[in-house]
């Protein structure tokens, strides 16, 4: 069944299909009209919140998607087509005839029959880019009444600013407005993201747009008085609000375009081959993050890297598109990735399944001619924007990593709340996930958290589990949110090979193999001992270098081997404990 609403007659979609992420040329002078007509606007909530509040993660349960009709209808077609299975999709559209008609032909993977799950919100706005013009989900006193909170757009687009109130109004979510001095506050969705737990990224465009030089601000910032803001508004804790210099190539300077948080402890971040395009200062930025901050746990943050893809002609930014993949979005127990050329997603696709065990990870096609929206810089994340349930039943953990220990059980312990309490815990754990997991009490241990154990196990074992809670209201959830499907897992180690020192290094992988445009290397090196990796022709000359430096965290680099001509290579892997190669053939 299709829900349809509509406001009322009258309703005209002032807008241009289809306008950029960044701003069109023509749109630099109308931001003084709109600047201007900001500070006369006073609706929502205009104060913040007089009560404590917490960010929503975007891996946490959602109730709604949404997207607007204003462009790069193929993608969104197959966007809704996937997303109504896990939950509401709202389409802000002007049309709601032509958009039904739209989803119910035979392009684009075929006809959506049923309509179920699919609202139809007739409202004005001006573009697709819903990331960064919707509310962000902020919640009270962690678990308790959900609000949406909209900040200033960065954009001319007057109708697009108000889009959090329709979508509001429809759902019956009160929202706060960063409209008013002294607390307005100019943001974007795309230039942010939260691990749910007082921990945010953005790049410095979030200082430049508050600070003296800002076009669409109302009051001027300093960095200071943005951190409070976003503790004010958000939750995000004084210390906690991660800035990052912006990146030269990226032009809307949307960190979104090149990371993502997978998890708490976990950044995905796109790599370019060494010294290439934005590489040099991603790196820097990435560097000073691990190194400067932990994750909420206090441990060092993990980091996956995912290759960045360059044209057909082998150029990165300035010369091509931002092609990335960390421009994915979480619906619930999906992951929407962008795509681009299969020899590039085979690669790119893989590391985000591997990585988010027991999602349903899909590609959708993001550089075809007739729907070519990352030449307008952006993609999926970009396009999509999720409301929180409200009622979360929120899980917390931190994962065990691998150890020695054959002797003792392997404590885990989980911080669980819900606003109505919660009724009972459960820990489930395995060896073989085919035989199915081992249900183990939970017992509350105070301060929300609530703890159980695994029982020891002998070395070589890999242990895989994941914790269930019940709320008193009878609310149930699993953290990871697809478990069983997928889980946290950790291994038990051979104590033998912790007293024979520093081992040499070993390529655990080269994929694919044969290969033409980007190779994964993984190697099994101590994290930040430095390696140093060539590849050598038959006549054993250096004819790539890709590596001189500390091993990444994640044991992967990636080599773009578009520049060399077909046949056989070696793959020269140095360290200062040995050395090793692994043949690749490039076609």
């Excluded at 598109?321 to 085979?346: C, G, K, M, W």
């Excluded at 196990?457 to 589990?465: N, S």
């Amino acid at each position: 069944m299709i829900a349809l609403l509509c406001p009322g007659p009258g309703l005209q979609a002032q807008r241009v299909d289809p306008l950029p992420n960044g701003l069109a040329p023509w749109e630099h002078a109308l931001i003084p009209a709109y600047r201007d007509s900001r500070s006369g606007v006073d609706r929502g909530i205009t104060t913040p919140p007089g009560f404590p509040v917490r960010t929503m993660a975007e891996w946490e349960e959602i109730q709604s998607l949404v997207v607007a009709w204003a462009g790069y209808e193929p993608i969104l077609k197959q966007i809704i087509r996937y997303a109504r299975d896990e939950c509401e999709v709202i389409v802000v559209c002007d049309d709601p005839g032509a958009v039904t008609n739209y989803l119910q032909n035979a392009l684009y993977g075929g006809p959506i029959t049923d309509m179920t799950n699919i609202t139809l919100l007739q409202g004005d706005y001006n573009s697709v880019w819903t990331r960064d013009y919707g509310a962000e989900c902020i919640y009270q006193n962690e678990v308790d009444s959900l609000f949406l909170l909209d900040w200033i757009y960065n954009r001319p687009r007057p109708l697009d600013d108000v889009v959090p109130d329709l979508v509001g109004g429809y759902k019956n979510i009160n929202v706060f407005s960063s409209t008013q001095a002294p607390y307005d506050l100019v943001h974007t969705g795309g230039n942010f993201m939260a691990d749910g737990f007082g921990t945010a990224f953005s790049s410095n465009l979030v200082l430049d747009e508050n600070g003296p030089n800002g076009q669409f601000n109302q009051s001027v910032k300093t960095a200071a008085q943005v951190d409070t803001l976003m503790h004010q508004w958000m939750g995000i804790d004084l210390g906690r609000y991660i800035k990052m210099p912006t990146l030269p190539y990226d032009q809307i300077h949307h960190i979104d375009m090149h990371m993502k948080l997978l998890d708490e402890e976990t950044l995905l971040v796109g790599e370019f081959p060494i010294g290439v395009s934005d590489g040099p200062q991603l790196e820097s930025n990435i560097a000073d993050v691990t190194a400067n901050y932990s994750s909420v746990f206090g441990t060092p943050y993990r980091v996956v890297r995912i290759p960045m893809v360059p044209s057909t002609g082998g150029q990165y930014p300035p010369g091509g598109s931002y092609r990335t993949y960390a421009n994915n979005v979480f619906i619930n127990h999906t992951v929407l990735v962008p795509t681009y050329r299969q020899e590039y997603d085979t690669t790119g696709l893989r590391i985000l399944r591997e990585s988010l065990p027991g999602y349903r990870v899909i590609g959708i096609d993001c550089d075809d001619n007739g729907a070519n929206i990352i030449s307008a810089s952006g993609a999926i994340h970009c396009i999509t924007k999720g409301i929180g349930v409200a009622d979360p039943l929120l899980i917390r953990h931190q994962r065990l990593t691998d150890t020695y220990d054959t002797v003792d059980p392997y404590a885990v312990e989980a911080y669980i709340r819900h606003r109505s309490g919660i009724a009972a815990a459960d820990l489930y754990w395995t060896t073989d996930t085919a035989l199915g997991f081992n249900p183990v009490s939970m017992v509350a241990v105070g301060a929300n958290n609530w703890a159980a154990s695994i029982p020891a196990q002998p070395a070589g074992t890999t242990i895989y589990y994941y914790v269930h809670a019940m709320a008193n209201n009878g609310k149930e959830q699993v953290r990871p949110i697809v478990a069983p499907d997928g889980w946290w897992r950790f291994r038990v180690l051979d104590t033998n090979t912790g007293i024979q020192g520093v081992p040499a290094p070993v390529v655990t992988e080269v994929f694919p193999n044969p290969a033409s445009q980007v190779v994964v290397v993984g190697l099994q090196v101590p994290v930040g001992e430095h390696v140093q990796v060539d590849f050598r022709d038959a006549l054993g000359r250096a004819v790539l270098h890709l590596h001189d430096g500390p091993m990444p965290a994640d044991g992967r680099l990636f080599a773009d081997i578009t520049g060399l001509s077909p046949g056989a290579y070696l793959i020269d892997v140095r360290t200062p404990n040995g050395r090793t190669s692994r043949c690749l053939v490039v076609r």
